[in-house]
C-alpha cells in the first residue's frame, strides 16, 4: 500500500522518498575460501589461489566454484606475490576510512600462477611512471591481522 501525502487544496500524491539516516550493523561470512586466504596471509605471508577441478584455471582470491565453467574449485595453490601490471588507475579522490596520500595508484596484478587479476594499491612509485606489463612484488605488512591490508602494497621490481 502506497502511503499518500496531502500537498493541500485537496491534492495527494504517494510518498515516493523519505529522508534520514539508518545505521546497518551486519556481519559478513566470508567461508572457508575466504578464511584460510587470509589466514595464510596473516600467519605465512603466502598468497593462496585454487585451482578449478575441471579447467584448471587458478582463482583469486579463492572462491569455491569456477567463474569460468562453474563447476567446484577444491585444490589450493601457493601463488608468487610476484606478478605483473595488467591496469591501472590514478585516484585523485579520498576514499572514506582510509588516508591514502593522494593522488594513488589503484591496480590490477596478474600474479604468477593465477588466471584472474588480484586488485591492490601500487607503492613506491609515481603515477608518471607506471607502465602497464611492469612486473610488481607485495610489499607486507609488519603487523598482519587477516586482511587484504596485510598486503600493503605492491612495489615495481626494477
Known sequence: MVEEVNKGAGRREPVTQVAGELDLLFHYAYGEQYRRFYKEMRDNKRIMGIRCSRCGAVLLPPRPYC???????????????????????????????????????????????????????????????VEVGMRVKAVWAEKREGALLDIKYFRPLR
Open 67 to 129: 567463474g569460468f565453467c562453474f563447476e567446484p574449485a577444491d585444490q589450493w595453490v601457493e601463488l608468487a606475490d610476484e606478478g605483473t601490471l595488467i591496469t591501472y588507475t590514478v585516484v585523485h579522490q579520498p576514499l572514506t576510512g582510509r588516508s591514502l596520500r593522494l593522488p594513488f595508484i589503484y591496480a590490477f596484478i596478474a600474479l604468477d600462477g593465477a588466471d584472474v587479476q588480484f586488485p591492490h594499491l601500487l607503492g613506491e612509485i609515481e603515477p608518471d611512471e
